[in-house]
Structures are given as C-alpha cells and as structure tokens.
C-alpha cells in the first residue's frame, strides 16, 4: 500500500501494562484462541476468530467480532489508557493509523452521500492484555471492534502472527483487518449489529452462527469498499495479499490449521472462499449496497 502521504487518524488511545495473559496472538495451533472470538460472539463481544479478524478483522463481533460482555469495566493503575504522543508510536501503529486515517475519509463521502454524518470509532493500542467496554482484551482474541464503546481493540503484535504463523505477508492485509473491524462499527451506527443480535437471541446457536457468518461477510465486503475507493493506495500484488490473507483466516482454514474437522455448522466468519468472495466484491464494485449478504446466498 502506499501510504506515505497518507494522513494519520487522531481517533486513537494506548493502554499502558499488560502482560501475561493468552498471549502469542492468534497462532497456528491454538484453536481455543483462534476461536474465542467466534464463541464469544453468541453474542456480545467477539473478534475477528480471524481469528480476525477472528477472529476478528476480528471480528467479532460484534466483532460483532467481540461482543459478549458489555459494560465498562475500569482499568487498573497498570492499565491506564491514555492518548499517546504521536512521536511515541512504532511504525506498525503509524501505519495502522493511516489506514484508519484514509477509512475516515472514505466513509465520511458515503455517509455525506446519504445525508449524515461518519461517528468516527477510535483505535486502541494494547500489548498482551487490556480492557475494552465489553469486556477483557487479550491477544489471543484477535483485533476486535467493542459496539459498546465503538472502539477497535487492537494488539499489534497479531500482524506478526498474521505474517509468519497465517501465511499472510505484506501490507495490505494491515489494512484489511482494520477496514473489516471499521465494518464493524458501520454495522453498529446503521443498526444492523443490533438487529442481527436481537435475532441471535431468538435463534439456536447453529442459526446464530450463520447470522455471525453473514454479519463478518458483509465486513468483508465493506473493507473491499473502502480499498476500492482508495485506489491511490493500492500497488500491484495488494489484492492478491488481500484475498491470501481473505483465505488465511476462513473458518475452515483455522479449524484445518489447528487439526480439527471442518464442521460448517460452527463457522461464525465464514470460509475461505467466502471471506475470498466478499472482500473481492467489495473491491470490484465500491459499493456497500452490493454488500447485503443477509440478502445473498453466501
């Protein structure tokens, strides 16, 4: 991605302590954390089982990506969260930043389109363990997005593990899981996080999770959109690392990875070539209208 001139976002806070926990992101042979963030989303706080985006992407939730939980539980002393001085950031945070940067700008055309204003989410940097308004954070959850807060919780560390323990290189897959997480907070503005949940709670645990499914899809789907109406950021080779990190973090490619069965019935962020299939029509058609997959045969 050329990001460069690209402008930071300024929607951003860093929790200080940490440490412990699951750690070690979402790797490879962890299935319990790869798919935390699918359990927790039956439903309140979840993240991209992207483990995305999981995990999750995340998601979750609402991560919906990540939403079991609710409610603001206070940090404690050692896990102060504060707006950081940008001079103090890593390299991986600027540019997570001017990822969020350029979602601003391109979702606030849409909704400006349609007569409203973009609620900008804000980004949370933490390291291993932290707390989100629906609940712990923790590194093996995946980059998740809280609708209680609209904030999306991210522990940078998971690029790492998306790199060298997913089988994702390269930039532009940085980029996808903070536009799905952004997803997710478009979701929670227009009202579909809250419709999907309150069928969730009508729903057996198979039909939710295909209404997951269908929720982390269409945040696909919006990440496409907003690579498609940025266009001055992709380089050759983005959409193919896009959709290889698309594939990478499949349900059925996690629950592979980590030795189990692929069973469709517990898939809460769709398979690999679903995730492939949303995040490319996205791409094609810069249009979130195209991206009803409540609608659509997934």
């Not at 707390?131 to 093996?140: I, L, R």
């Not at 609708?147 to 998971?158: L, R, S």
């Not at 997480?181 to 939710?208: D, F, L």
């Not at 050759?236 to 959709?243: C, F, I, R, T, V």
Request: one cysteine or more; hydrophobic letters at 35%.
């Amino acid at each position: 991605m050329r990001l460069d001139d690209e402008q930071e976002s300024s929607n951003f806070e860093v929790q200080q302590g940490g440490g412990g926990g699951f750690g070690g992101g979402m790797g490879g042979g962890n299935l319990l954390g790869m798919l935390l963030p699918m359990i927790g989303s039956k439903f309140g706080c979840g993240g991209i089982a992207i483990a995305l985006l999981i995990f999750a992407v995340m998601g979750g939730g609402l991560n919906l990506g990540s939403l079991v939980g609710g409610g603001g539980s206070s940090l404690s002393p050692q896990q102060q969260t504060q707006q950081a001085d940008p001079a103090g950031l890593t390299d991986i945070q600027r540019t997570s930043l001017q990822v969020l940067g350029s979602t601003e700008r391109r979702w606030q055309e849409i909704f400006a389109a349609n007569g409203s204003d973009y609620p900008e989410p804000t980004l949370v940097f933490y390291s291993q363990n932290g707390m989100s308004g629906c609940g712990a954070a923790q590194s093996a959850m995946g980059p998740f997005y809280c609708p209680a807060d609209q904030k999306i919780y991210i522990d940078t560390e998971f690029f790492n593990d998306l790199k060298t323990r997913m089988g994702a290189p390269g930039d532009f897959p940085i980029g996808y899981v903070i536009a799905h997480e952004v997803g997710h907070h478009i979701q929670t503005v227009t009202g579909i996080s809250e419709k999907v949940r309150q069928a969730q709670q009508r729903a057996s645990q198979e039909e939710g999770n295909a209404l997951q499914v269908r929720m982390e899809l269409q945040a696909d789907c919006y990440a496409g959109v907003w690579a498609a109406r940025d266009q001055n950021l992709m380089e050759p080779g983005d959409l193919e690392e896009g959709l290889r990190a698309a594939h990478q973090i499949g349900d059925d490619t996690l629950m592979k990875a980590a030795g189990r069965r692929p069973v469709e019935s517990m898939f809460t962020h769709g398979s690999a070539e679903q995730r492939m299939y949303w995040l490319k029509r996205g791409l094609q058609t810069g249009d979130p209208g195209q991206c009803d997959t409540f609608a659509a045969e997934v």
